[in-house]
């Protein structure tokens, strides 16, 4: 090759943006098998709602050209720590929740023969990012935009967790949550999303349905990726 067209090529690797890479993002089930979280007002763990809508999200992710990664689809990272440790090059980390309702405030009731308990109070979904995570802006603009997506295609947050955690975004439901190790014990932008509250016996049926899964998934993907687009560029090339 002669000198000048090999000088020309080195210097277009050189001056391609390292982020010409798609972007990585974990998706992270929360919970585990073992410890599958909070019972649905009809018996079934929160684990498998989590983990549900958790492949429909890496599948709406990958969609749109996002590398997506799932993280604890197996059920078996115990460990808060861990999760973000196994997608190492991830430049965002999602996890997946659904909420539930303190004890004093459940009603027994008998479902299929099963004694069960419900609330049917509070409904809708709601985030969550963490001041102690290295990239509390990014985080908070990424929650706002999955939130403003969701309320935007019709979904209806829940103010329920306005009594423990302070506004971050009230506009779009997302709230500070700052001693969660999920959330901090990343090197990247960190969301916690709750997806709705199992316990209320009308939204269960809901959150259990594939279509509406799906319709959700789309919604945050769309969040995530506006999201991605505008984060700046240093976050995507540690
Ligand atoms: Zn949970």
Redo the contacts with the bound molecule.
Sequence with gaps: MPRLALLALTTLLLSTPLAARPPIVAVDV??TLAAP??TSARGRS?FDF?RDLAREVAAALINRGIAARLVNDDGRIASLRERPKTVPDADFFLSI????VSEHELTPWTWQGEAQSYSDAYAGHSLFVSQDNPAPEASLTCASAIGARLQRMGFVPTEKNARRRAWADHANTVHWYDNLIVLYRTTVPAVLF?AGVIKHRDEELLLRDPARQRRMADGIATGVAACLQVMPLADLTR
Excluded: C, I, Q, Y
């Design positions: 929360g919970h979280g909070a929160e989590n929740h659904h909420d539930s709750e």
